[in-house]
Structures are given as structure tokens and as C-alpha cells.
């Protein structure tokens, strides 16, 4: 039997053969250098032992993770296999994929006897029947979710696969899962009512598909772009609830195989979308999803008033929103015009059953915060501007005025400033 080949896809772009024993790290001498300093000096290790490939873990800080699953044992290497060694992704191709599996059996004996091959099917039936399978075995709303994403991404084959579902008020969606390599927390970008592939596909009630764009085009795809991919082929079916309302979408991006969708493609994730909607209403914890949408709603809401482009801002909104709704104090640090105090009042709106908002100046006396305090008997949210600006005996009244508020009607505190807080307490 010839001998097999195989190689590793960086996210460089580059492929590396894998041949023999060779370790993977940041280390200058291992075999495989990587400039990641999530990874350990001596990470991994790849093993070609007949006609398999194996890789095991080094003992590394951050682990070794395949097909999103922690790396305990020695892992038989199958061709797609998606490696996360610390925060580098990695694709694990056979070159000669082809090869029959009685031809790998043959060379189980080297290894291990009773280790199986399992050898992955793309039939859209069997992709199917797997997921079929997979959601009437799985009985709560949040592992479905996931484990549904996941499963289109690794058997059906595409690079990344994401259900999201309507808001509660209907103005927008927001991330149920996600089964990709984005490092960023992609349930904290909610998107707008339309907006994407899967808006179009929710809102019309219809699949959509959309090719790749032609080269120096940037991909304009809401949910592509929340995951960081770009340069994608994406698909989008709307997922129907019990009594045939929508109530949201499933989205598939870039195939792995091909590289557009086609309609084969439109009836299996069509399919898979009917039986997920039915499955996840029927599923024990709907009501804590139901409960997200709400958290979703927030952020969104505050999204549709306050302006933010890049995700680290988008992040931040869904922090402080998190945190105002745990009653936890907010410190909101930028320049003078960069719109804290509207964030501190859209944040307050945008929470649920939020009573009276007041805005005091920390510069104009404790007296007069006094005041405002009492006038607001006492409010649902305090926005302190310039507190960290202030001498230290006004900033010692203000947190005793505030203790002093009774039990169970203590407000919620944002207190803004133009300095961070390591500069202030630098300062004295």
C-alpha cells in the first residue's frame, strides 16, 4: 500500500506535510513553530504509525482541542479535522482521503486492534438522519441548540453554522449558538430586524442564497461578520416554531466540498430547520432561551439609539447591560462628547421595569445630590458624572449617601468620567 500523506492548513494559509514524529509549539526548535503565545514552547505532538496520523497533547497550559472537544487521549486524525492548539486554528487534510477503509483496517494492528475507523459520510441523508437522531435524544433547549450547529458544521461539512432566533419585541435576533473558530462572545451581537442572509430568510419566510463575492469585494453578511469570516458562500432558511410561526433562522457558511450552495442543499437545511423549531419549543428549557431573547432585546435596543461599529464596542454595551441588570456599579471612562451619559440612560431604559433615571454632576455639592436623591424617592438609577474627579471627602459622603438608602431600594450606580480608574487611583 503506498504510503499516505498528509499536511496541516495554518490560518497563514500555509501548508505544513506531517511525516514521522514531529511537535508543534512555539518553541524555535519544535518541528512546527507558532507565533501564539497562548500555546505552549513544546504544545503537541503528530505521529504518522502506518497508515495513520495521531496527535496527542503535550501536557500544554491551554490544552489541545479537536473538532471543539478537549484533547485527553491519543486522537486518530481523520481528514477535516479542525485543531485548536492554544489560539491557533488548524485543518488536518489527508491527501489522499480516498483511500478504502478495508485499507485502513489493515494497518489497525500497528496501533491499537480494537480502535475503530470511523469513516465520515457527507450524504445530505445521512447528515439527516444523524441530526434527526441527535434532537430527539437531546432534551434541553440550550444543548440542542448547540449540538445541532455543531453537527452541521463537522457531518454536513461548511466552515461555520449559527442559529439565531427573534426577539421577543421583534425589531431584531440574537445568537442562540454558533459552531465556528470566532475567539469572540458572538451572543453579545444581536442583530438588527433584516439584516444578514438569515434576516432576509426570517423575515421573507424564505431560503436564501448568497455566492461568494468576486475577489476585492468584502462580504457584507451580518452573521459572516459577527464570526469574523470573510470571502463567504452563505445559506439561510427560516426555522418555524410549533404553530408555524418563524422563530428565527439557521445559517450555514462557506461548504467545505463546493464552493457555492445549491438547492440540495436549500431542501436538507430546510428540513433540518422545520424539525430544530418544533425540538426546541418542546424542549424543557425554552423558557431560559425565551430568557435570553429578553437579555438580547436590551442590548439591541440600546444598539438602535447608540452608534457602535467595531465588535469591541458591542461587546462593551452587552457588559454594561449584563451589569445594570445584576444591580452592579458601572464605570463608564472616555473622552468629554463620546456619549456616556446616553449610553448610562439607554442602558437604564432598556432594562426591564426600570423606574426613574437621575443624572447628578458630583462637581455641584452633596447637598444638591442630596436633593436629587429624595426628589426621585429614590431612583431606579443613579448616573454619577465626574465622581472620580472630585476630592476624596466628597467621594467618601456620596458612597455614604448611598449605603444610607434603604435595603431592597438601593439604585443602580454608572458613574462616568474621562479618566480610568488606574489613573484616578494613580493620582491619589
Not at 171 to 180: C, L, N, S, T, V
Not at 270 to 275: I, K, N, S, T
Not at 361 to 375: H, L, N, Q, W
Request: charged fraction near 20%.
Amino acid at each position: 500500500m503506498p504510503e499516505r500523506r498528509a499536511h496541516l492548513e495554518l490560518p497563514t494559509g500555509e501548508l505544513v506535510a506531517l511525516e514521522g514524529t514531529q511537535v508543534i509549539g512555539r518553541s524555535s526548535e519544535a518541528d512546527i513553530t507558532i507565533a501564539d503565545p497562548e500555546a505552549s514552547r513544546r504544545h503537541a505532538e503528530f505521529r504518522q504509525e502506518g497508515g495513520l496520523f495521531l496527535l496527542a497533547d503535550l501536557g500544554s497550559s491551554n490544552g489541545t482541542r479537536v473538532n471543539d472537544q478537549p484533547l485527553h487521549d491519543v486522537h486518530r486524525l481523520q481528514d477535516g479535522d479542525r485543531l485548536l492548539i492554544g489560539q491557533t486554528a488548524a485543518v488536518f487534510r489527508l491527501e489522499d482521503p480516498q483511500v478504502a477503509p478495508t485499507q485502513v483496517l489493515s494497518a489497525l494492528p500497528e496501533v491499537d486492534p480494537t480502535v475503530r475507523v470511523a469513516v465520515p459520510s457527507t450524504s445530505p441523508l445521512q447528515v439527516l438522519g444523524r441530526i434527526s437522531r441527535l434532537m430527539a435524544g437531546v432534551a434541553d433547549a440550550r444543548e440542542l441548540a448547540v449540538a445541532v450547529t455543531s453537527s452541521l458544521r463537522d457531518d454536513y461539512g461548511c466552515e461555520a453554522a449559527a442559529l439565531l432566533l427573534k426577539e421577543p419585541d421583534g425589531d431584531g435576533y440574537y445568537f442562540a449558538a454558533a459552531a465556528a473558530n470566532a475567539g469572540s462572545d458572538i451572543r453579545a451581537l444581536p442583530l438588527r430586524k433584516g439584516e444578514g442572509a438569515v434576516g432576509k430568510a426570517i423575515e421573507s419566510n424564505e431560503a436564501i442564497l448568497v455566492a461568494s463575492p468576486v475577489d476585492g469585494e468584502a462580504s457584507t453578511d451580518a452573521v459572516a461578520s459577527a464570526l469574523g469570516l470573510e470571502d463567504v458562500a452563505v445559506l439561510a432558511v427560516p426555522v418555524p416554531g410549533v404553530d408555524g410561526t418563524v422563530i428565527g433562522g439557521l445559517q450555514v457558511i462557506n461548504p467545505v466540498a463546493k464552493p457555492e450552495f445549491d438547492g440540495e442543499d436549500v431542501e436538507l437545511l430546510a428540513l433540518v430547520a422545520g424539525q430544530l423549531g418544533v425540538a426546541l419549543q418542546n424542549a424543557r428549557s425554552w423558557d431560559s432561551l425565551e430568557a435570553e431573547r429578553a437579555s438580547g432585546a436590551r442590548i439591541a435596543a440600546i444598539r438602535r439609539e447608540f452608534v457602535a461599529a467595531s465588535p469591541d464596542m458591542v461587546r462593551a454595551i452587552a457588559d454594561v447591560a449584563a451589569l445594570h441588570a445584576a444591580r452592579v456599579p458601572v464605570y463608564l471612562a472616555g473622552e468629554a462628547g463620546t456619549g456616556k451619559s446616553a449610553l448610562a440612560r439607554l442602558t437604564h431604559v432598556a432594562a426591564p421595569g426600570s423606574g426613574s433615571f437621575v443624572t447628578v454632576d458630583a462637581s455641584t455639592g452633596i447637598e444638591e445630590i442630596s436633593a436629587a436623591f429624595i426628589e426621585a424617592s429614590p431612583p431606579d438609577t443613579i448616573c454619577i458624572e465626574e465622581a472620580l474627579g472630585q476630592p476624596a471627602d466628597i467621594q467618601e459622603q456620596l458612597g455614604r449617601l448611598i449605603a444610607s438608602l434603604p435595603a431592597g431600594t438601593r439604585p443602580a450606580i454608572i458613574a462616568t468620567g474621562e479618566a480610568t480608574i488606574e489613573v484616578a487611583l494613580g493620582e491619589g
